[in-house]
């Protein structure tokens, strides 16, 4: 059967029909064909000549040279209509195939949720769980994907000030990801040239730098203070934060927050929020009644050794019902008769192991 369209392998010849027959265009009229004259490559190249190219050529030519702009400078997320993923394992009589960690990286919506200040938190971690393991099971469109969203993330934090030591944190995994995989593993296991990654590699670096020498400007507020709250309200605030890190920060901004973060129920209370859950050991600290437990202490010596509990302000969610991913504002096309109850939290981990096949 003849296949009917433009060949892609060239842009094939354009003729014209004389009173002679039909003759073939060629580029300045006959003049390649009756003298070896030179072309002049840079005129011939330029997008100023568009005249020079005839009927289809000049359109295939055209349209070439946009779409290798676009590849090479595009800085944006490949954009979807849809915000939600369905998650696919297997094959059916319906689907084939099965949905990968890197297409669900493009498909879902990772640029526009690092701008709200609830996903965050969770974008970054989810990008850190990505750099320590499943950075090399991304396909290339993902990885270029990547480091697109990467660079949004660390510009964020470069001009709100938010949370750069988690990015930190995130930079750091992801440099020493790239240098096993660079250095110590081989090029083999890497899409791309290995120049691309060592480019990434500096981008990195300079990241880094421009994190570690950010200045925070001093707000000059002539309004009420997190000193001037009563007592009570500034102890009720430091039991609000779940990170040890942000407590012992507070704590040295004034000696009064000092005296309240180094309260003994105050790191009781973090040690039950995060460990509770477990394991059995876990489970039954108590406070002893001669109260002497260091429990700052306990705090970090549990931290060693036991995952700490996980909080967003708003996370992915997995609908059993449907096996769709989605952010929950978003919303997806669910059939079930009672939405909600099919409705699950998906941690940053459980996130990765959606796509483990």
């Known amino acids: 059967m003849p296949f009917l369209g433009k060949d892609w392998r060239s842009p094939g010849w354009s003729w014209t029909k004389t009173e002679h027959g039909w003759k073939r265009i060629v580029f300045f009229g006959n003049e390649l064909e009756d003298s070896n004259t030179e072309i002049n490559l840079t005129a011939l190249c330029s997008d100023d000549n568009e005249s020079l190219f005839v009927g289809d050529v000049c359109e295939l030519a055209t349209t070439k040279r946009k779409k290798d702009f676009y590849n090479n400078n595009t800085k944006s997320q490949f954009v979807f209509r849809d915000k939600w993923i369905y998650v696919q394992k297997g094959s059916t009589k319906e689907r084939h195939g099965y949905c990968t960690l890197g297409e669900a990286l493009n498909r879902l919506d990772f640029s526009s949720a690092i701008q709200d200040l609830r996903r965050f938190n969770y974008v970054a971690k989810l990008f850190q769980l990505i750099a320590r393991s499943q950075l090399t099971s991304l396909s290339g469109a993902a990885q270029k994907n990547y480091f697109n969203i990467l ?9 709100d000030y938010y949370n750069p030591r ?12 790239l240098h096993s995989l660079t250095i110590h593993v081989g090029r083999c296991v890497l899409v791309g ?6 480019c990434r590699l500096e981008t990195i670096v300079r990241w880094q730098e421009e994190l570690n020498n950010m200045q925070i400007p001093k707000q000059m507020c002539t309004g009420m203070t997190l000193s001037d709250l009563p007592l009570h309200m500034q102890n009720k605030i430091l039991y609000k934060l779940s990170d040890a890190c942000d407590i012992i920060n507070l704590g040295q901004a004034t000696p009064t927050l000092h005296s309240l973060s180094e309260n003994k129920t105050l790191w009781k209370k ?49 609908c059993k019902h449907c096996s769709i991913l989605f952010w929950k504002d978003f919303g997806h096309p669910c059939t079930a008769n009672d939405p909600d109850s099919c409705l699950m939290p998906i941690s940053p981990q459980h996130f990765i192991d959606l796509f483990r096949f």
Do not use: A
């Not at 660079?151 to 001009?159: F, G, N, Q």
């Not at 988690?166 to 440099?175: F, G, I, N, W």
């Open 166 to 177: 988690l990015v930190k944190e995130l930079l750091q995994d992801l440099s020493s990801t």
């Open 193 to 198: 040239n290995v120049n691309i990654w060592m």
């Open 151 to 159: 660079e949004k993330i660390v510009r964020k934090v470069l001009e």
């Open 270 to 318: 973090l040690c039950h929020f995060h460990f509770s859950d477990s394991r059995p050991f876990c489970r039954n600290l108590v406070l002893p009644k001669s109260d002497n437990v260091d429990w700052k202490l306990m705090y970090f010596t549990l931290q060693k050794h036991y995952p700490m509990k996980e909080q967003y302000g708003d996370t992915l969610h997995f």
